[in-house]
């Protein structure tokens, strides 16, 4: 069977991302990071959907970004704002961009796929409903492709194309939700909210997000909420 490599956050993206590598029929092997975040409890979150699609391995990284600092989520001292959709979607930056994080955690990806022997990376970075992060954007990705052939052996030596796959870079967080739903996905499992409370505070900016997409599917939220 097919090899992937899955960044499995255990957020909603993340978890639709590894549900559609599911449905194409590749053998899975996520890869999620504890990096000091804030949210550490996604983590939690992406251990039982590693479980719930009972993978052979789930592998998680220890790198502390809060050691660099600089955002919302790795920084204690930065508060994290409650959400604007509307400043979203002018593609501002917040301070809960993390820096660097998606290059690393795709360079680490990388690594992986090459030792295990996967020729797919999926990752659920998305370029409409998001939070005008630099590093989801498709011109990251594309730039991120050129080094993965010819900074590894697979690429350089080996003729092996390992290939990033962004399943959701053009869809809405509804379409997302109605993705998720549709390939039964355990979304019951997932975790969004930065500021990593038992529930969700329903006012960041990735919970109101959220709530956008599933009130637009049409779609009840399985996860529970302080302020709803």
Same mark, same amino acid.
């Given at each position: 069977m097919k090899k992937a490599v899955v960044l499995l956050s255990g957020g909603?993206?993340?978890?639709?991302?590894?549900?559609?590598?599911?449905?194409?029929? !590749?053998?899975?092997?996520?890869?999620?990071f504890n990096y000091?975040?804030?949210?550490?409890?996604?983590?939690?979150?992406?251990?039982?959907?590693?479980?719930?699609?009972?993978v052979k391995?789930?592998?998680?990284?220890?790198?502390n970004m809060d050691q660099i600092g600089g955002s919302a989520l790795t920084d204690e001292a930065i508060e994290v704002p409650d959400?604007?959709?509307?400043?979203?979607?002018?593609?501002?930056?917040?301070?809960? !961009?993390?820096?660097?994080?998606?290059?690393?955690?795709?360079?680490?990806?990388?690594? !992986?796929?090459?030792?295990?022997?996967?020729d797919h990376i999926f990752i659920g970075v998305n370029?409409?409903?998001y939070s005008g992060y630099p590093d989801c954007r498709p011109e990251f990705i594309e730039k991120f492709?050129?080094?993965?052939?010819?900074?590894?052996?697979?690429?350089?030596?080996?003729g092996r194309h390992i290939r990033?796959?962004?399943?959701?870079q053009n869809l809405s967080k509804k379409e997302i939700v109605q993705l998720g739903s549709k390939l039964g996905?355990?979304?019951?499992?997932?975790?969004?909210? !930065?500021?990593?409370?038992?529930?969700?505070c329903g006012v960041c900016d990735s919970c109101k997000l959220r709530l956008q997409g599933f009130a637009e599917a049409g779609v009840v939220d399985p996860v529970e909420y302080e302020n709803m």
């Open positions: 909603l993206d993340s978890t639709t991302c590894m549900a559609v590598a599911k449905e194409q029929g !590749y053998e899975l092997y996520p890869i999620s000091h975040q804030r949210h550490s409890i996604e983590l939690e979150g992406a251990k039982k959907i590693a479980q719930f699609y009972n391995k789930h592998l998680i990284i220890e790198t959400g604007d959709v509307e400043k979203a979607a002018h593609n501002e930056i917040p301070v809960t !961009y993390v820096p660097a994080r998606n290059l690393t955690f795709l360079s680490y990806a990388l690594g !992986y796929a090459e030792v295990i022997g996967a370029a409409v409903d492709q050129a080094i993965a052939d010819y900074a590894t052996k697979a690429g350089a030596a080996d990033i796959e962004t399943p959701l996905a355990p979304l019951q499992f997932t975790h969004s909210c !930065y500021k990593g409370g038992a529930k969700a």
